[in-house]
């Protein structure tokens, strides 16, 4: 596309980058959109995010850094609403967007970043509009969603979301995969082409996430100074596995009866409220519910103290696409026991950045756990390794990726859709 600045498009429609994650619809995803956003615009281009307002006193326009702005677009209610209650209003959002585009030209895009397949549905729209490329990043596909789950937990009926994943990848110039797992998985679930499929690992923010002082950062957090700490963070929904981790913890107590498990992050979606449920009366009914420290979502800026005061962190999920809280950990210097899945198997070389587990094995994530409790000297090579691996990894970096991908369209030869 040339050699000038780029102004992107990226839309985030059901979930401002500028949400806590760690709850509800905010999560890794909130992470990669301003994180990439912000390289972007620090490497000279204009990024304009565009969300749905949720409330009447989000302002229309936020000027987050030279480059980089977020849009609160209106769309259906003022309020927070289900994922899957966006479908009626994405041909609304999309004509605000336009709208907003049309008052201001400055804001008229060179190219379009969806993220998540709802996002998708207004990109689709954008691309044919301005006659840009579009490039997508779906965070997770329905196809591999379906796999781990066992009831279903979006009212969206699968079939629908499938066939939209199917268009919104066929009108895509370019899809971003997080992993290599991911960029397999949507050649052989999207149909799409190797060649039209980029690997673009996300990256950390190494000034929070890096090692500390373990016992500071435990007086920090008010967290027990000498008992071993296991740590979840993240949202809580059945494909986080969050009863995974409790399941094994409990089996570590008779080796550990002093130590805890610390749980930071909220519940996601209605499955969220069960899963939590579920875990409660698991804690209760086995007797450790006095080992478990609840604390709610937390910014970047303080949960890196929790990654420096715990000996382990558990990341039980059946199903991720690249997996941040891992790399998050791993950059902290804390060692991590992960499930053997998406971009957890990317990040994790097992025995020497991490520990991986067959996914919902309760049994050998505790084996793994007390390897890591009982071995102080196994723990802390994997943590000086898990460190290194994690140092290789970038925002700014993924921001190039993503702008040599921007940089290969030819706007004269757009993907024509199906
Ligand atoms: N997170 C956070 N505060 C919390 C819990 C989580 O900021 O209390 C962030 C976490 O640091 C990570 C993201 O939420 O950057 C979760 O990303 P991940 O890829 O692990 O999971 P996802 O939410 O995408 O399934």
Known sequence: MGFYMTNFAVVSLHSSPLDQPGSGDGGGMNVYVFQLASALARLGNDVNIYTRATSQDDPARIEIEPGLRVHNVPAGPLAALDKDELLEYVDEFTENVIARIQIDRSLKPDVVHSNYWISGLVGHKLKHFYQVPMITTFHTIEAIK?????????RVSESFRMDAEDQIAGCSDFVLASCDQEALDIQRYLGLASERIAVVPLGVEHAYFAPGDMAMARSAMELPQNDPISLYVGR????????????AFSCTLSDFPNSRFVVVGGPSGHLGEVELD??????????????IIWRQPEPHIRLASYYRAANLVVVPSRTESFGLV????????????????GGLKSLISHGRTGLLAPVRNGGVFANLMLELLSTRERSSMIARNALMQARTYSWKEAAERALSVVESLDVRQLIECG
């Not at 379906?146 to 979006?154: F, K, L, N, Q, S």
């Open 236 to 247: 809580i929904q059945p494909l986080k596995g969050l009863a995974t981790a409790f399941e």
């Open 146 to 154: 379906a796999i781990g789950r066992t009831v279903p937990d979006d």
């Open 326 to 341: 891992a790399l998050e950990a791993m950059a902290s210097g804390t060692p991590v026991v992960a499930s053997s899945v």
């Open 278 to 291: 579920y875990c409660f009366d698991m804690a209760r009914s086995k007797g450790f519910e006095d080992k």
